[in-house]
């Protein structure tokens, strides 16, 4: 059974940094792409980054480029994303979702993790 | 950057109607496009991929169409567990969602 366990939320400062992590099991890691969602209160999905089987990363909106960093370890099957200057508007549910398979097409996410809560205030 | 914009932003409903959701690409994105259905507190599940691929143990009420830049989610008879809110994602690019559709019993 493909399991994905966010972990690493909770309470920031405006300013400070968090570290969020992927826990995956029951499936071959190393061998797909995985994908970091939010969704902050009350509204809608917006996809912040994407890892390949490699470690190269993608980031898709603009306001977390230079302050966020996608990771992942295959050894450990762990996705990671370092949050850095934390702004109230990051305030959200983190959610992390398997992506496409190495060699295949697509980018729909058929695996998701429950979501780990950051709240940036002070 | 790619837009997707869906319509209606909400709609309220009967048990047994057909309801149909439309999402919109601002480019052609040929058929990489998903829908997935999320409840409160809830992640979102995938319901449809590739425009109209029906993702394994989803109701076969749930069909999906659609190509380049306008596409469509139909259920052709809601279901009580259906209340919830969907969204279009296009993996053409960034994986960009829509804004959300949220379902409502009349």
């Known amino acids: 059974e493909v399991q994905l366990v966010e972990s690493g939320g909770g309470l920031v400062q405006p300013g400070g940094s968090l570290r969020l992590s992927c826990a995956a099991s029951?499936?071959?890691?190393?061998?797909?792409?995985m994908t970091w969602v939010r969704q902050a209160p009350g509204k809608g999905l917006e996809s912040l980054a994407t890892v390949k089987a490699d470690g190269s990363g993608a980031y898709f909106v603009e306001s977390v480029k230079g302050r966020f960093t996608i990771s992942r370890d295959n050894a450990q099957d762990s996705l990671y994303l370092q949050m850095n200057s934390l702004r109230a508007e990051d305030t959200a549910v983190y959610y992390c979702?398997?992506?496409?398979?190495?060699?295949?097409?697509?980018?729909?996410?058929?695996?998701w993790g429950q979501g780990t809560l950051v709240t940036v205030s002070s | 950057d790619i837009q997707m914009t869906q319509s209606p932003s909400s709609l309220s409903a009967y048990v047994g109607d057909r309801v149909t959701i439309t999402c919109r690409a601002s480019?052609?994105?040929?058929?990489?496009l998903a829908w997935y259905q999320q409840k409160p507190g809830k992640a979102p599940k995938l319901l449809i991929y590739k425009a109209s691929s029906l993702e394994s143990g989803v109701p076969s009420r749930f069909s999906g169409s659609g190509s380049g830049t306008d596409f469509t989610l139909t259920i052709s008879s809601l279901q009580p567990d259906d209340f919830a809110t969907y969204y279009c994602?296009?993996?053409?690019?960034?994986?960009?969602f829509g804004q959300g559709t949220k379902v409502e019993v009349k």
């Open positions: 979702a398997r992506d496409v398979a190495v060699g295949t097409s697509g980018g729909q996410m058929h695996y």
């Open positions: 029951g499936f071959t890691f190393s061998h797909y792409w």
């Open positions: 480019q052609n994105i040929g058929s990489w």
């Open positions: 994602q296009e993996y053409s690019s960034a994986r960009t």
